[in-house]
């Protein structure tokens, strides 16, 4: 049997480490061996802003533009967040893609090690106008998962698997965001509500290798 890697084409993976909106979300749970039968999914890396904001965007200008508030109670003006549905865990590596060729007559087991540690966070495309925790926290809350604002792949961990004869293994490790939709709104003092913002947003759900074969 030969052991070879191949880079990754994806660029490097986002170092930023985002504080968790509470004490659920944990920022570094224990890592999981999750297995794929097929090359893991993965969006288009051009299309997607690694990193959530930092702070709420600023208010629009169009601020004049709604009614006086009913019943005189007004409402905490501010960006937010609402997650509207979800599909499925993508998966974002850390380090290089393994792979291990079996080139006997019979199933062979391949062990792959993570080699590098590294952080992924929140990615997203549109106009997320929220803190990252702010958006975890309402996808957490909607769907009654936990994800966070940022997960750590470590260096060292190992995962083995058989191969059979003639194939080839595929490994990568990393961190599986989980992909939602949602929109960004501004609420005014006044109860107005300015106009929804689309977002799609990956958010770390878990860590661990992706597994595929040819």
Excluded at 86 to 100: F, I, R
Aim: one cysteine or more; hydrophobic letters at 30%.
């Amino acid at each position: 049997m030969r052991v070879h890697r191949r880079a990754l084409l994806a660029p490097a993976v986002a170092v930023m480490v985002l504080a968790a909106a509470s004490p659920a979300l944990a920022d570094d749970p224990m890592p999981t061996e999750t297995i794929a039968t097929t090359p893991p999914d993965q969006p288009e890396e051009s299309d997607l802003a690694e990193g959530a904001p930092e702070t709420d965007a600023p208010a629009p200008s169009d601020s004049m533009n709604y009614p006086n508030m009913p019943d005189g109670r007004g409402c905490d003006q501010g960006w937010y967040y609402h997650p509207t549905s979800k599909t499925k865990d993508y998966h974002k590596g850390v380090g290089v893609e393994q792979a291990n060729y079996n080139g006997t007559s019979r199933t062979a087991k391949s062990a792959f090690t993570s080699e590098v540690t590294g952080t992924v966070g929140v990615a997203y495309t549109g106009e997320l106008n929220v803190k990252g925790t702010v958006a975890v926290a309402e996808i957490s809350s909607k769907f009654g998962v936990t994800v966070s604002a940022s997960l750590t792949a470590k260096i060292g961990n190992t995962v083995t698997v058989d191969t059979p004869s003639h194939k080839t293994t595929y490994a990568r490790y990393g961190v599986f965001r989980l992909k939602s939709y949602g929109y960004s709104q501004y609420v005014y003092v006044n109860c107005g509500k300015g106009s929804k913002k689309n977002v799609t947003i990956y958010t770390p759900h878990r860590v661990g290798w992706a597994i595929w074969e040819k």
